[in-house]
């Protein structure tokens, strides 16, 4: 086992925490600091800090991180349009850096020499974070307690709950899936969805009404962006972190955001995961909308190549490692004209882009009118830039390579 002073705890507050929290105590016999994140997760944080004194902790820390995670998270992932194998937007993956930062700090200012995490052994989370820290502090020690301990069922943990005098209700409706939520979604994984073909249950969903069920009218947006992130919504400027929780609301209110897959964890297993994302998924159309009328074609089209390699390190964990760096500052040079506003039509789930304008704009009208173009695009041009591109093909079927 090994030898530590002082650990700082990623302490969600939770039952599974709060037992890790004593076990740490009883096991390692050293100080424990605990931290706790406000990411946006809708549940309130400050219950964690009496929960943690309850258990003897002096050193407490309750971070407001909304705006950060937001900023410099959230926002710098949709510039690349990141989505994971089609369909996840990434938004427990974005939240795990920002985490592992913090445990880093706080472990810097609290004289700890290890942090802890109740990421199961099993998972990505636990590389998410374990990467993080070391990227940060190379020589941190890392305790990962399911790895450890033989706690491993719900009856044993609870056991050891009530053996320990740890309360085991939860703040709000208990719930029988695995979740995680912050600003950018809720994810759902275990219960029901472990059987593959079983539908998720209507009732699973927090945030965003079936969109069925959503209003027969549309709701219309106007994006304004700036550098390739939104700064006001219908002319109304917000922070990160405001712009997040404005497009969760209506994106939820009209059934946006849904999405129900098995994916493929970086510790190989595939995974059945419902996530809902509602702010997010308006994020990811809106943006693309605004680049396609600003970006160069083959910088948009580079962009696109290297985002499933961008969004495969996120979700690997690799969120703090040069490679993601390096990518990072292309994709925010790429944003230095990605100006202007987009018109979104929300509608039973759905969203329709209706409009895009921008002054630093390169779509010309007088160049791709169907209309007279008054000698701005000529047409006989195209005839050797076609023969030219053909040349190859020609030569090959002259020499009868036959595609037939
Ligand atoms: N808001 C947060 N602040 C600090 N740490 C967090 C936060 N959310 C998650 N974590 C860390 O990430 C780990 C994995 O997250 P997960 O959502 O699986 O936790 P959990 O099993 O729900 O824990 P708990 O039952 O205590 O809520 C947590 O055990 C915790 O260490
Ligand atoms: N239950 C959870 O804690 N889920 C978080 C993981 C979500 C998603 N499968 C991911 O790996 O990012
Ligand atoms: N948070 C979950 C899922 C994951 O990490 O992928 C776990 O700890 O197992």
Redo the contacts with the bound molecule.
């Keep these: 086992m090994t030898d530590v002073n002082k650990v700082v705890?990623?302490?969600?507050?939770?039952?599974?925490?709060?037992v890790?929290l004593k076990w740490l105590q009883d096991t390692y016999n050293c100080e424990i600091v605990t931290?706790?994140?406000?990411?946006g997760?809708g549940e309130e944080?400050e219950p964690a800090r009496a929960k943690a004194e309850a258990l003897g902790v002096k050193e407490i820390y309750i971070d407001d991180l909304r705006e950060e995670f937001v900023r410099d998270f959230v926002f710098p992932m949709f510039r690349a349009n990141t989505i994971y194998e089609g369909e996840y937007l990434l938004g427990?993956s974005i939240?795990?850096p920002l985490?592992a930062k913090r445990l880093v700090e706080i472990a810097n200012e609290t004289g700890a020499d290890a942090i802890?995490?109740?990421?199961?052994g099993k998972?990505n989370?636990q590389v998410r974070?374990e990467l993080g820290a070391y990227a940060l502090k190379p020589g941190v020690k890392v305790i990962a307690p399911w790895r450890e301990w033989d706690l491993l069922s719900r009856e044993k943990l609870l056991a050891y709950a009530e053996k320990h005098n740890i309360p085991i209700e939860?703040h709000g409706k208990k719930s029988p899936y695995?979740?995680?939520a912050?600003l950018l979604h809720i994810s759902y994984e275990g219960g029901v969805l472990e059987d593959t073909w079983s539908e998720h249950e209507e009732d699973m969903w927090r945030w965003s009404v079936a969109p069925e069920n959503a209003p027969d009218t549309p709701t219309y947006l106007e994006l304004t962006y700036r550098k390739g992130d939104i700064v006001a919504i219908d002319g109304k400027e917000m922070t990160p972190a405001q712009v997040l929780t404005y497009l969760n609301k209506v994106g939820g209110d009209n059934g946006i955001g849904r999405v129900d897959i098995v994916e493929n964890r970086y510790v190989g297993m595939k995974a059945r995961g419902c996530y809902e994302t509602p702010g997010g998924t308006i994020m990811l159309k809106g943006h693309r909308a605004m680049e396609s009328i600003t970006l160069d074609r083959e910088v948009m089209h580079l962009k696109d190549e290297l985002m499933p390699k961008y969004a495969s390190l996120i979700y690997n964990g690799y969120w703090w490692s040069p490679e993601r760096h390096m990518l990072q500052q292309m994709i925010d040079a790429s944003q230095a004209n990605v100006n202007g506003v987009v018109r979104l039509k929300l509608y039973k789930g759905n969203i329709m882009v209706v409009g895009r304008k921008s002054d630093d704009s390169l779509f010309d009208a007088a160049v791709a009118t169907f209309e007279d173009d008054a000698g701005a695009y000529d047409q006989q041009d195209a005839e050797g830039f076609i023969k030219l591109n053909a040349l190859r093909l020609r030569i090959a079927a002259s020499k009868g390579r036959s595609l037939l």
Excluded: E, K, P, W
């Design positions: 705890l990623a302490y969600s507050g939770g039952l599974d925490t709060s890790i931290f706790t994140a406000d990411l997760q944080v427990t939240a795990r985490i802890s995490h109740g990421a199961t998972g989370d974070f939860r695995s979740m995680d912050n």
